[in-house]
């Protein structure tokens, strides 16, 4: 069992100051005061006098084994490290496939995710790639969602962009349907991921789909909504119709040069005009590649997305965007939870699952982090590292 004390807490609503009681991966309670003295009963006591405790972070868009490979072999990148997720608060991570449905396979993913598991972290997946049709593990969709523990929707589904399969309409639509029909079946998100691109549909397709057929809006989850000006306007109009819209935080300076939009700017341009904050979300995009591609569509440049990311720009819109704690932790928090369907995730709530991350008041950089209940790093001092660091 562990105790902590005199923590001010955001669940992400600010609670104020207050203990929390956790036992057996879950939090027990949350109160006030919390006097637990036993001499039979062995108990851990974190004191958090100077430190906001908030939920751990879900980062929903990370390639768990590498991506890239648009500039040949010599560029896939790697796959992920623990230690990278728990220097970065991230005690939840939704694992992708990219560009590269043929080298990287989802039986390696799926792989990839169950280690994770094992090494302390909360691990899912998504079925799928750029590519369509949708290569599946079992014989569709629906089986993959339905029977697979670990995968709860599709993606991540590229479009407007010059490496996509150029999907059609229908067979977006088709796709979104049964990914739909999954996540019925079983309780899960079923969920669409949607890769968007440079191109100047944008989020057309989507849009056409939802006003054709009986499928919502929130069945589908775009990301890289960022990546330009225009396509930001774009979700900006999508995000106020009711859609979700993701950002992405990993990123170069060279990108933000040619016009793509930083995270935090851009939630707080988001807020301003309007849209709902449990709208938007931020992910990383980690281990996956920043390729820089000229208007010939020729590769001249390439990065690595990192999550540390993810929390950096949550940091920069409460320090430098003025926006609330309580908002901006939100979207790396009770907001992918909510449209995941990660029911014990993304809150500082009984029973929930106990996933913490301290922030240094006076800083506000990540100190402690705990995942199920298991301190994973104290003091910065990370504790538990991936089973080959």
Same mark, same amino acid.
């Given at each position: 069992?562990?105790?902590? +004390? ?10 104020? %100051?207050?203990? @929390? ?46 991506? *890239? ?47 994770? $598991? ?34 709860? *929707? ?20 088709? @796709? ?5 029909? *999954? ?11 949607? #890769?968007?691109?440079? &191109? ?26 960022? =990546? ?8 900006? =109009? ?15 300076? #060279?990108?933000?040069?040619?016009? $793509? ?76 939870? %909510? ?11 009984? =029973? ?8 240094? %008041? ?9 995942? +199920? &209940? +298991? /301190? ?5 001092? /990370?504790?538990?590292? *991936?089973?080959?660091?």
């Amino acid at each position: 069992m562990l105790l902590i +004390k005199n923590g001010e807490v955001f669940a992400p609503e600010a609670l104020g %100051k207050n203990d @929390i009681l956790i036992s057996n991966e879950k939090i027990e309670y949350v109160d006030k005061e919390i006097d637990f003295q036993s001499s039979s009963v062995p108990i851990q006591i974190l004191d958090a006098s100077n430190y906001y405790i908030v939920p751990g972070f879900i980062d929903s868009h990370v390639h768990l084994i590498g991506g *890239g490979g648009e500039g040949g072999f010599k560029t896939r990148t790697p796959e992920l490290l623990l230690s990278d997720c728990v220097k970065g608060g991230i005690t939840t991570v939704i694992g992708v496939l990219g560009t590269d449905g043929t080298t990287r396979t989802m039986t390696s993913l799926i792989a990839k995710c169950r280690a994770l $598991e094992e090494e302390g972290i909360t691990s899912f997946v998504y079925t799928g790639s750029y590519q369509t049709p949708v290569k599946t593990v079992l014989t569709k969709i629906e089986e993959d969602i339905i029977l697979i523990d670990k995968i709860i *929707g599709v993606g991540e589904i590229a479009i407007s962009d010059h490496r996509s399969s150029q999907p059609t309409k229908d067979e977006l639509a088709r @796709i979104a349907a049964q990914a739909r029909n *999954g996540g019925l079946l079983s309780g899960k998100a079923g969920i669409v991921n949607v #890769h968007i691109g440079d &191109g100047q549909k944008m989020l057309s397709m989507i849009e056409e789909i939802v006003e054709e057929t009986e499928l919502p809006i929130t069945q589908f989850y775009p990301t890289h909504i960022n =990546r330009n000006g225009y396509l930001f306007e774009s979700g900006i =109009r999508y995000a106020k119709k009711g859609g979700y819209v993701d950002f992405t935080t990993s990123t170069i300076p #060279h990108f933000i040069d040619k016009g $793509e939009v930083k995270c935090s700017v851009g939630l707080k341009r988001m807020l301003d005009a309007g849209v709902d904050i449990k709208q938007i979300t931020f992910t990383s995009d980690a281990q996956g590649s920043l390729p820089d591609f000229n208007e010939n569509g020729e590769l001249i440049g390439m990065k690595v997305g990192n999550v540390n990311s993810l929390y950096a720009e949550v940091k920069d819109a409460i320090i430098n965007e003025n926006i609330s704690i309580e908002n901006a932790i939100s979207v790396i928090t009770r907001n992918p939870a %909510k449209i995941l369907k990660l029911h014990n995730k993304g809150q500082i709530k009984n =029973r929930f699952d106990a996933d913490l991350v301290f922030l240094n %008041k006076n800083t506000l950089e990540i100190e402690t982090v705990i995942s +199920k &209940g +298991k /301190i994973m790093m104290l003091d910065k001092q /990370i504790l538990i590292k *991936g089973s080959f660091e």
